[in-house]
């Protein structure tokens, strides 16, 4: 890649990267515009998948609401995420959790790592 492009990508990574794994249940806290007026909402769910590098990193979390799987993918160095709070540690053997799609209630969990 060009020096020019890695110097840019530099520039925005975010210096306070939140550290979590995949199989970790988090709150993501997003910051939503709603015409003038800006408000965070929080998003908790588990965390599928986490994919690409340096300033595109995208990080993928489900949660079930009201009986129905939603899935939202959040750009890691965004501004507009204002945080990423771990809740519990999850104990996995994959990097990306795709099998979870298809699982309902109990089975759809993830142990919790205890170290």
């Excluded at 530099?10 to 709150?27: H, S, Y």
């Excluded at 160095?77 to 204002?82: D, G, L, R």
């Excluded at 709070?85 to 298809?102: F, H, M, Q, S």
Aim: with cysteine; glycine share 10%.
């Amino acid at each position: 890649m060009s020096e020019i492009l890695k110097a840019i990508e530099a520039e925005e990574l975010r210096a306070n990267a939140p550290e979590f794994c995949v199989g970790d249940t988090v709150k993501v806290y997003g910051k939503i515009k709603e015409g003038t007026r800006e408000r965070i909402q929080i998003f908790e769910g588990t965390v599928l998948k986490i994919q690409g590098g340096s300033n595109r990193t995208t990080f993928t979390v489900r949660k079930a609401s009201g009986g129905i799987g939603v899935e939202k993918t959040w750009p890691l160095h965004s501004p507009n995420v204002e945080r990423v709070e771990v809740i519990r540690r999850g104990k996995v053997r994959r990097a990306k959790l795709n099998y979870l799609r298809d699982r309902v209630g109990k089975k759809a969990k993830v142990k919790e790592l205890v170290k």
